[in-house]
């Protein structure tokens, strides 16, 4: 529930800064939380550059934040140790955006009992409520799948819940932190009057008939149709997996009739990029011939070519199985431009064709590697406990190899969890040359939400950083990110292919087995990790600060800011901030509603108080000088008619005059 | 295949936002909200 006035709200674009302290691995899990807020909503982000208001991100001792913009400059928001996961960032934000908790909204009461002899004494306050004339639920119904609900074990004194749902199958549901909910969602684009988000540009599960605006590509032979079932499969779509009667569409090409290389196009809606990089997904099923091929194309808009120009991206390679498979393109489209899907016969027999369902495109980069599971829930079931299994070795762009460790029943004394680990991996044989220990890759473990709507998904998401100074443990002198062929183990698979895996890095409550049963996550009985390999070591560098500002002295040096700047030798105190007003170096001091400080450093507070006392203390003196002049006045004039004896009316008769 | 050594970033323990902010010894409002001076008031 948000906190009411408009005087809370952000600009759409809130401006954000680094501080030094922070971990690298945090700086950039908070850059993957930045870019889920432009997918599924209008708030964006951008560094600091001189606005007056910003979000200053630090590493306090935990995770926090104040509720709305508090028009205090440097707004402080800290994500400290163990506080570097997407969905607790994503959580912080959304109270500096204007956000209470969840189940602090006037009408909680109808939804949840709070459990008040269970609460560890003195933290009963933690669960008041705010009345709706101090916060609104934005028309919003209780949520308890949202990411600002508490849990159920919040400020508990034992081990028995605090937080009763008045529905039981919720019990668990309450305090997710995976991701946004879609009220979570909701509640945000009504708070900001989101028309449209950032990097979002179509998603399409063909469940309407109006296949989202598609059309079928001139200059084909053929026709994409859309289907419920196709001969040679698959036998239902993979939005529903067929679950409800009457629908279930996806689009088929059937490629058992006509001539071998007889095209169809299907053409998305007219799409406007701001970005210049999408990335496109979808689940593909062939069932057609072995030489059957899908061809990714843009067509793409300008004024020299208004009917468009196409150009191949890639071709996708999908061997026939069945399965729907997921595939990801990246594109670098900066004009106007349609997505072409190109299906193209092959010479080879065939009695099925080529199927697409769940298509998104986002203005995104793509995940780098798919990992799935079949048939997961068997797996989780069976695995024993402490047993793990890995990934295939997937090389990342900057050439080095990492895997990851997956305890399907968890790790030692952790039942019913996912334990996950990333791994670095070196190949037998392998020469490439790379920098040890690895310097500050970041590693994400994704599990993935398989709901056909991107902007519906709660993937739950873990990230390590490798610190190329970490050592192996306390007494090593070996350092725990080096070369897997000095720190690893060698490892043999089944199909002969030998390397060495490095220590891993992760977490033994990677999701709960309820977690992973619930929603998309295990689909058709398969899991999907998708795992990626960044570099982040642009990130251990300070967060320029614009040029005409200096940020707060207790956060940066000033060693960093050119020698000619005047604001070097100013210090501004109580969080004020230096800017160059005509080349001179002035404070512009911290202010509240009610408060303010002022001087040349700011040194001073002032509040609306204390004016009121000196208007006071000014009125009274006005009025006392004022009643001093009016007696001194009165006295003088006395004064002056006693001595006269009342020569006033001398020489003059007073007869016969009326008045 | 031998153990490799793993290491968990959170201590090998599932720590929800309050956990974290309850360890490190803070006292904010609902946990994990910061009040300015004038809703402290």
């Known amino acids: ?659 | 295949t031998p153990r490799v050594l793993e290491y968990d970033v959170d201590g090998g323990r599932d720590l929800d936002i309050f956990d974290i902010n309850e360890e490190a010894g803070l006292n904010l409002v609902e946990g994990d909200i910061e009040l300015d001076e004038k809703q402290a008031r």
């Open chain 1, 1 to 659: 529930n948000s906190i009411i006035g408009d005087q809370y709200r952000w600009p759409k674009t809130v401006p954000y800064y680094f501080e030094d302290d922070l971990e690298i691995n945090a700086k950039g899990v908070i850059l993957k939380a930045f870019e889920q807020y432009r997918l599924k909503t209008c708030i964006d982000f951008n560094p600091w550059e001189g606005e007056q208001n910003y979000i200053s991100i630090f590493k306090g001792s935990g995770c926090f934040s104040s509720v709305g913009n508090r028009h205090v400059g440097k707004q402080r928001l800290s994500i400290g140790t163990n506080c570097d996961r997407i969905a607790t960032i994503e959580h912080e934000f959304l109270h500096a955006l204007g956000f209470w908790h969840e189940q602090s909204r006037s009408d909680r009461d109808d939804y949840v009992t709070i459990m008040w002899d269970r609460i560890s004494e003195g933290k009963e306050n933690n669960f008041n409520t705010y009345n709706d004339t101090t916060s609104s639920s934005l028309g919003v119904p209780y949520d308890y799948g949202s990411m600002m609900h508490y849990s159920k074990t919040a400020f508990r004194n034992g081990t028995e819940p605090t937080i009763v749902t008045k529905i039981p199958a919720f019990a668990d549901v309450i305090g997710q932190r995976m991701e946004f909910s879609d009220n979570d969602l909701l509640k945000l684009r009504r708070l900001y009057n989101c028309t449209r988000s950032s990097t979002f540009l179509d998603t399409c599960d063909f469940e309407r008939e109006n296949i989202c605006g598609m059309i079928q590509g001139p200059g084909d032979q053929a026709e994409w149709t859309r289907v419920i079932q196709a001969p040679g499969g698959p036998n239902t779509d993979y939005s529903n997996m067929g679950k409800c009667t009457g629908s279930g569409y996806f689009m088929h090409f059937s490629t058992a009739t006509g001539r071998p290389a007889d095209t169809a196009r299907l053409e998305s809606r007219l799409l406007y990029p701001k970005r210049g990089y999408q990335c496109l997904q979808f689940f593909l099923y062939n069932g057609g011939g072995a030489n059957d091929q899908l061809v990714i194309l843009v067509r793409e808009y300008d004024e020299a070519h208004p009917n468009g120009t196409l150009r191949v991206i890639q071709p996708i390679y999908a061997p026939p199985q069945d399965l729907w498979q997921l595939h990801h393109v990246s594109l670098n489209v900066a004009k106007k431009f349609r997505v072409v899907f190109e299906g193209i016969k092959g010479d080879a027999p065939s009695t099925g064709g080529l199927s697409l369902d769940d298509i998104n495109l986002s203005e995104t980069t793509c995940p780098d590697h798919v990992w799935r599971v079949k048939n997961f829930s068997h797996v989780m079931e069976t695995t024993p406990n402490n047993k793990p299994i890995y990934s295939p070795p997937f090389k990342s762009r900057e050439g080095y190899t990492f895997q990851m460790g997956l305890y399907p029943s968890g790790k030692e004394g952790y039942p019913g969890e996912l334990s996950a680990y990333a791994h670095l991996v070196t190949m037998t044989g392998d020469t490439e040359v790379r920098k040890w220990p690895c310097p500050w890759k970041q590693m994400t473990m994704m599990l993935f939400d398989q709901n056909p709507d991107i902007m519906r998904r709660m993937n739950n998401q873990r990230s390590v950083t490798t610190d190329p100074t970490k050592k192996l443990n306390e007494t090593s002198e070996l350092f725990f990110w080096d070369d897997p062929l000095k720190v690893g183990v060698e490892v043999s698979e089944a199909d002969g292919t030998k390397y060495f895996r490095g220590p891993g890095a992760g977490t033994t409550a990677y999701l709960t087995h309820g977690r992973a049963k619930s929603r998309d996550f295990i689909k058709g009985g398969d899991a999907i990790f998708l795992l990626t390999m960044e570099d982040v070591s642009h990130l251990t560098v300070t967060q320029p600060v614009p040029s005409s500002t200096m940020p707060p002295v207790t956060t940066i040096t000033t060693a960093i800011l050119p020698p000619t700047d005047p604001c070097t030798k100013v210090t501004c105190g109580n969080e004020g901030v230096c800017v160059v007003d005509a080349e001179n170096a002035v404070c512009r001091c911290a202010v509240g509603d009610d408060w303010w400080y002022y001087g040349e450093n700011c040194q001073y507070l002032g509040s609306t108080q204390d004016t009121m006392t000196t208007a006071l203390i000014a009125s009274f003196s006005v009025l006392g000088g004022m009643l001093v002049v009016t007696a001194v006045s009165v006295v003088c004039v006395k004064r002056k008619y006693k001595n006269s004896g009342g020569v006033g009316d001398r020489g003059i008769t007073m007869s016969n005059v009326s008045v």
